[in-house]
Nanobody
């Protein structure tokens, strides 16, 4: 059973930075390197929003609201995907959730809370 465990969330002041990490394990059908990995977020009272995706070829795509501030990266040797978040804003406050996707096989983590506040 694939497991995704996020870490690195916390409280940060506006303009600050955080680095989130998602550790993946339990791949049996196909290895981690074959999965597209994404970070989503969900703010209180709002729907889940796609933040960034990194392909199996290491190409990152970003939501417009985070472009230029966030960077997604992956380490296939360690089965991890990170999200570097800079210039954080109060509106970035949310639970950040990791997702692995291969064809119709999708897995979600539990999420890590990020709060941006002074």
């Amino acid at each position: 059973q694939v497991q995704l465990v996020e870490s690195g969330g916390g409280l940060v002041q506006p303009g600050g930075s955080l680095r989130l990490s998602c550790a993946a394990s339990g791949f049996t059908f196909s290895s981690f390197r074959n999965y597209a990995m994404s970070w989503y977020r969900q703010a209180p009272g709002k729907g889940r929003e796609l933040v960034a995706t990194i392909s199996t070829g290491d190409i990152g795509n970003y939501a417009e609201v985070v472009k230029g501030r966030f960077t997604i990266s992956r380490d296939n040797a360690k089965n991890t995907v990170d999200l570097q978040m800079n210039s954080l804003k109060p509106e970035d406050t949310a639970v950040y959730i990791c997702r692995a996707l291969l064809l119709n096989l999708g897995y979600w983590g539990q999420g890590t809370q990020v709060t941006v506040s002074s």
